[in-house]
């Protein structure tokens, strides 16, 4: 089987891209028609067969501490839009079952997540009220230090999770919400470890040891990735894959086999990151593309059954477990 036929055949799931800006944007635009610019719409999905993304609501520094709320329901305002106009397209991933229906009925499975935990603005209530609303998966921090924890742009202090912090992992646990540690000090990415009874993500974050960024994590960090059962989202942004040149396919697939070196293929996941990046690798320049990097991994000797786990069957597996 070819990379192309592989690839197509496989659910492949994406845990980040920021295309919700672009919705609720001052330009019109409509996820249903395919755009020259930008990276993400739903003909291009369906192109790079894109199974499963998550759509996140990232909440900007300008809305932060005191609008940060109000900036996430405006978020998930464009995502319903979307939804109602894109109903033979789109599945709304609540659970587990959502996936596979999405699969039966040719439709992409969305799912709503939150960048920035800033928006629970320090309230539980708030974090359930999301979830009501059908948010399911959570990234704690963006760079900065807010409620829960210190991001890895502020860490200055080296702490890890607030007591509120604490609270807010064991109720995302108990609602059955995915955590997310890209962007998250590392005090605080292994007080998630030790606290979360669930398996994490990382769900857009790439190996330091190949990139020497603090967006990356370090090898210590993906081993206590391994022992919670976690995945990390390989990201495309060409800063977190290369530095000091143009970042290529085969830079990526570097990122995958160090990790794979690490603690075999079990891990690994796809976090383009896509709407949310500047530069893309070479081959890689919008969602379309994927089926190139599926190509890539068969020429650098991943097997079918460890790309079909990289695609999509590593972050099923969490899903099984925290969307149950």
Not at 72 to 92: C, I, K, S, T, V
Not at 176 to 197: C, T
Not at 218 to 235: E, F, S, W, Y
Not at 250 to 274: E, K, R, T, W
Request: charged share 25%; with cysteine; glycine share 10%.
């Amino acid at each position: 089987m070819n990379g192309k036929d592989l690839h197509l055949r496989t659910l492949v799931i994406d845990s980040h891209c920021d295309t919700l800006m672009r919705v609720i944007g001052q330009r019109p635009f409509k996820l249903s028609q395919e755009h020259k610019d930008g990276h993400v719409d739903i003909p291009r999905l369906r192109q790079g067969g894109i199974g499963l993304q998550f759509f996140a609501a990232y909440i900007e520094p300008e809305y932060k501490p005191l609008k940060a709320t109000r900036r996430a329901l405006q978020f998930f305002d464009g995502f319903y839009r979307e939804l109602d106009a894109n109903p033979h397209d789109l599945r709304h991933v609540l659970s587990h079952t959502d996936i596979e229906l999405a699969r039966r009925e040719n439709k992409i499975g969305v799912l709503l997540s939150v960048e920035g935990g800033e928006a629970l603005e320090g309230d539980l209530g708030v974090l359930r009220m999301f979830y009501r609303l059908g948010v399911r998966s959570i990234g704690l921090t963006w760079n900065e230090r807010n409620q829960i924890a210190e991001g890895v742009g502020d860490c200055r202090s080296g702490g890890g999770l607030t007591d509120f912090g604490v609270s807010v992992i064991e109720e995302m646990n108990r609602l059955g919400m995915i955590v997310d540690v890209s962007h998250l000090s590392e005090p605080g990415y292994m007080d998630v470890l030790a606290v979360s009874k669930h398996p994490i993500i990382a769900s857009h974050s790439n190996a330091r040891s190949c990139c020497d960024h603090v967006r990356n994590l370090a090898d210590h960090q993906i081993l206590a990735l391994q022992r919670n059962g976690g995945v990390m989202g390989i990201n495309f942004a060409s800063q977190f894959v290369k530095h000091g040149e143009k970042a290529t396919i085969a830079h990526v697939v570097d990122h995958m086999l160090h990790i794979a070196s690490l603690v075999g293929c079990d891990h690994i996941g796809i976090g383009a990151d896509y709407d949310g990046i500047s530069r893309t690798p070479i081959g890689l320049e919008d969602v379309a593309k994927l089926p190139y990097l599926t190509e890539a991994m068969m020429a650098r000797g991943f097997s079918d059954d460890e790309i079909v786990a990289i695609l999509g069957g590593n972050y099923l597996r969490v899903l099984s477990v925290v969307l149950s």
